[in-house]
């Protein structure tokens, strides 16, 4: 009995001796491996934040261009022409940034796609708040035998006026907010164009011998409506 149990020890040594190699070697794998997926990982890290910061700046670049004041497409800043900046086309794009060359890119309003080249999908995006303007031509009649006078919105720099008496009618001034645009005292007739006051809205006037004719005012006004320019860029080929 006493032999048996002493042999039963002697053989218990040997096997948790390699069960604690089997453990360690498992243990020495796993670590190995977490170290691998570590540097993978950071090295992954590293690559996207070099390479983030430069689309970044090529993205920021152009969406500031965009709304520049000094390209022909914005009347002012952050105010784009509307029929202007929707004509915009790639290399319009390229020679406002040049660092957008070798780049697909994408440029939305509204999310809206304005212009597109290549896939920027997982590149950076850069938003602007805009204001887009739009040349509105309306035409106002002042009927000579019932009305004193129009009114003409602001933001317009520039009337077209014509005259068209009747009969023995003769308009010798047209007035706008008490100051005299046009006069004549023999008479004017025809269609003459004035600059006006861009901010100021327009009360215009006639002074008329007779009541038959009409003098019918044609403006440009700006329209404005506030949008959101969005500017993605991917990364260099």
Known sequence: MTQGTDVGRRQTGPIRGQAN???LAVALLLLVGAAG????????????????????????????????????????????NRSETEALSVDDVESLSPGIEDRPFRIRIDGRTLLERGDPSGGTSVERLVVFATDDERTYRLDLEEDDAVTVPRRTDELRVTIAPENDTMVSTIRINDRVLLHDPGGLEGTATASVPWTATLRVTVDAEGTDGVVAIT????TTAKARLEVTVGAGG
């Open 219 to 222: 403006a440009t006004p700006e």
């Open 37 to 80: 997926s570590a540097i993978a990982i950071a090295h992954g890290s590293l690559a996207a934040a070099e390479r983030d910061p430069a689309e970044r700046n090529v993205a920021t670049d152009l969406a500031d261009r965009l709304v520049s004041p000094d390209v022909d497409h914005v009347r002012r800043e952050n105010v784009l």
């Open 21 to 23: 190699m089997v453990s």
